[in-house]
């Protein structure tokens, strides 16, 4: 069975700092897909970054970048220049390609901005 | 701007009532989900529609009872529900086809069960 796991319940970060934010998973799978979502207080999860696993270079959203390591099964997820609007629950995710089109979720990073 | 819409954004409810959620997507999407979510908990999936079929019911009590009418809606019926039912629940959708496409989410219901 594949699981997520997010080892950081809670992470700070000065607002213009740099953040990472951390996620591994376990799969016998060679081929899916991983995600973060981003969770603010207003309830909408919504889709900040994702990554092929068959594709080696770390996928680029503006600010948001992931560190993607296939051999540890390590998928971190770095915010550079932090917004106090990044502030919110960061969910990583994982796909198999198995037809059930299924997310498997990790509990969840929950990331305060500060002034 | 919200792509998948859901109705209403807050339900109370008592134990004995009979309400629907609502979800409506307008991108085509032919894969939609429900899924419930407590505080500071990940989403937990409760169903999957793939062409308006249901292909996954995670095992969700039959006082949930799931609907796709066509391809842009999908309800949720609710009917005898717990405290414990007291919850956010979300409606996702995505693509079936080029690759393993990400689902969108709603806003969300938030359910309180008296």
């Known amino acids: 069975a594949q699981t997520v796991t997010q080892s950081q319940p809670e992470m700070s970060v000065q607002e213009a700092e740099t953040v990472t934010l951390s996620c591994t998973y376990d799969?016998?799978?060679?081929?899916?897909?991983l995600f973060w979502y981003k969770q603010p207080p207003s309830r909408q999860m919504i889709l900040v970054i994702r990554?092929?696993?068959?594709?080696?270079q770390n996928a680029t959203e503006n600010r948001f970048s992931v560190n993607f390591q296939k051999a540890a099964k390590s998928f971190s997820l770095k915010i550079s220049d932090s917004q106090l609007g990044d502030t919110a629950m960061y969910f990583c995710?994982?796909?198999?390609?198995?037809?059930?089109?299924?997310?498997?979720f990790g509990t969840g990073t929950r990331l305060k901005v500060l002034a | 701007d919200t792509e998948v819409t859901q109705t209403p954004k807050h339900l109370v409810m008592g134990m004995t009532n009979k309400k629907s959620l609502k979800c409506e997507q307008h991108?085509?999407?032919?894969?939609m989900y429900w899924y419930k979510q407590k505080a500071k908990k990940p989403p937990e999936l409760m169903f999957v529609y793939s062409y308006e079929k249901l292909s996954i019911n995670e095992s969700v009590p039959s006082r949930f009872s799931p609907e796709c009418p066509n391809s842009s809606l999908l309800n949720l019926h609710l009917h005898a529900l717990q405290p414990e039912d007291s919850a956010l629940y979300l409606c996702a959708s995505s693509q079936l086809q080029g690759g393993y496409q990400p689902q969108h989410f709603g806003d969300g219901t938030r359910l309180s069960i008296l």
């Open positions: 990554q092929e696993a068959y594709k080696q």
């Open positions: 995710a994982f796909m198999t390609p198995s037809g059930t089109y299924k997310y498997i």
């Open positions: 799969t016998s799978e060679s081929n899916y897909y």
């Open positions: 991108m085509g999407h032919r894969a």
